[in-house]
């Protein structure tokens, strides 16, 4: 339910960063643990982006996999289905979170003017 | 027409930080320090407010009351004299299930900060959107009851991770719920390894001294990082 949000705040940066310009595509980089669906996100991408300069612009979502270390014993591992925390080999020390929580605007396409040779 | 990429590479979250970090320093100016209580809906926030904050020694608490419609709750916590300013979120806002950083600075004209030692943000009642909106606090608790089943921490790891302490509410009920609290805590363990939790009756008031104290250490904390 929270895509809903997450759709708004895409907008948002996408929007600031495009300056007036038409938006064609927006590329977004989401952790595993942010617990995004992504069916939900474009459903309600296209109802937050209508009547703005980024409607019918294609969201590109790349889901980062979640991965995780452990501060006691240095194992590193991938979380995946389960949300655990705990260290699989020593089930001690602190478990540090590599990559998975992204909520990332990577990049987006806009639209400009041809004369402007000058790309940015 | 032709087509350019622009590179952005920004969290989608930080123009709500920035707002947060603004609120933030604003509370840090005023002295308060502020917490964003959340929980689903029926948690018990409410009543755990008016039990804990009335009469909190050497501390004088206030309360933003976030809602979708209305003023129930907040008129709860003035019947009890605790100042409390409502926000609702269908107000210009759209209906929000959550607070977010603007919508707290948009009450901040209506907080009476300079007599307040604690600000409490009674959040939207909602385990997941709020997880991800920081509002300006020093300290995010959540409550969780044990009439919402021990499986919680599992099915919402950001906002039991997003929090520094725990309040497990409702224990009175656990004789007629199928609550298996040992089962919960290994969850919450597996979820947030190291969380505090406090086992609660805001009902009978079983615990809440315990909450009291939190909430007293939590005010002399002013100026702490989240």
């Known amino acids: 339910m929270h895509e809903l949000s997450v759709a708004s705040a895409v ?40 009547d703005t300069p980024a409607a ?44 998975g929580n992204e909520l990332e605007v990577d990049s987006i396409e806009v ?10 | ?21 603004a609120n933030r320093a604003d509370f840090d100016r005023e002295g308060v320090t502020v917490l964003n209580l959340m929980s689903a809906p029926g ?11 009335p009469g909190l020694e050497g501390v004088r608490p206030g309360v933003l009351e976030g809602d979708v419609a209305g003023s129930l709750d907040a008129d ?8 409390v300013t409502q926000l609702n979120t269908d107000q210009g806002f759209g209906g929000e299930c959550h607070l977010d950083a603007n919508m707290v600075r ?35 608790v959540m409550i969780s009851s044990v009439t919402e089943g021990e499986d919680k921490p599992l099915k919402y790891p950001l906002m039991f991770r997003a929090c520094e302490l725990v309040i497990i509410n409702k224990i009175d009920l656990l004789e007629h719920v199928d609550f298996d609290l040992e089962r919960f805590l290994y969850h919450l363990e597996g979820v947030h390894p190291g969380v505090p939790h406090l086992l609660v009756s805001a009902r009978t008031g079983e615990g809440l001294e315990a909450v009291r104290e939190y909430l007293v250490g939590l005010a002399s904390r002013a100026g702490a990082p989240a």
């Open chain 1, 111 to 120: 639209e400009e003017e041809s004369e402007c040779i000058g790309s940015r």
């Open chain 2, 43 to 53: 948690a018990g926030k409410t009543t755990l407010l008016v039990k804990a904050l």
């Open chain 1, 11 to 50: 907008l948002d940066t996408a929007l600031r960063h495009a300056e007036d310009r038409r938006v064609l595509v927006v590329s977004l980089r989401v952790g595993h643990l942010r617990q995004v669906i992504p069916d939900s996100l474009a459903f309600y991408w296209d109802i937050v982006s209508r």
């Open chain 2, 1 to 21: 027409m032709h087509r350019v990429k622009v590179r952005v590479v920004e969290d989608a979250l930080d123009a709500n930080n920035t707002i947060a970090s």
């Open chain 2, 76 to 83: 709860r916590l003035a019947d009890v004299h605790i100042p």
């Open chain 2, 106 to 140: 948009s009450a901040l004209p209506s907080l009476p900060l300079a007599d307040l030692d604690l600000l409490v943000i009674e959040n939207v009642g909602n385990l997941v959107c709020p997880a991800e909106f920081r509002v300006g606090e020093d300290a995010r």
């Open chain 1, 56 to 99: 019918g612009a294609r969201l590109d979502l790349v889901v980062v996999p979640a991965r995780l270390r452990c501060g006691g014993c240095e194992e590193e591992w991938d979380m995946d289905g389960t949300p655990e925390f705990r260290c699989p080999r020593c089930a001690a020390g602190e478990v540090q979170v590599i990559a």
